[in-house]
């Protein structure tokens, strides 16, 4: 689509947001087409008693239900800066949400390449579509610099860090 491009500029805008708070770099839009209809960053990473529910995705879809709940989900795109991982795939679907964009891939996690063909029908007759690797090396340069930096220990020596601080950026 050719608002994708602009759409993720403003996902990452909110990803240096966090990485500047020292949160994992991850930034979310929810969008009906051009219009930004609900926004939110990754938060619950930046101390030693990180989460794992405050995801960006999740922040922005409480952000919808409660600032817009009447909108007709199905015509949404919701924009990440990382591939969504199960939980967050599985929420945004259950919200009615069409489309998801990501920009970097989550090797360790992420939820939008599952085989559903063997899932409930909830999850496997649902229509939503994915389109990856949008603005994928800008949100690459956000990773590799939260996975650079000696005090984070957020996934730390994970599968994920060791995967991207290897990916060579071109741009």
Not at 19 to 37: Q, R, S, T, W
Not at 51 to 56: F, G, T
Not at 83 to 94: D, Q, T, Y
Request: proline share 5%; aromatic share 8%; net charge negative.
């Amino acid at each position: 689509m050719d608002n994708d491009d602009a759409l993720m500029a403003v996902a990452l805008d909110l990803a240096e947001a966090a990485l500047k708070n020292g949160d994992f770099p991850v930034g979310c839009v929810i969008a009906d087409e051009n219009a930004v209809v609900a926004k939110g960053r990754r938060t619950g990473t930046a101390d030693r008693t990180a989460n794992e529910i405050d995801h960006a995705e999740i922040n922005t879809l409480r952000w919808l239900y409660r600032h817009a709940p009447d909108m007709d989900r199905l015509r949404l795109t919701i924009y990440c800066t990382m591939e969504p991982c199960l939980m967050c795939f599985s929420a945004i679907m259950l919200s009615g949400i069409g489309r998801v964009v990501y920009a970097y891939e989550d090797v360790m996690g992420g939820g939008t390449g599952c085989d559903r063909s063997m899932l409930s029908p909830l999850y496997r007759d649902n229509p939503i579509t994915v389109t990856a690797g949008v603005r994928r090396e800008q949100s690459l340069a956000l990773f590799q610099q939260f996975f650079s930096e000696p005090g984070n220990a957020y996934w730390a020596d994970s599968p994920l860090s060791r995967y991207t601080l290897d990916q060579p950026l071109s741009f």
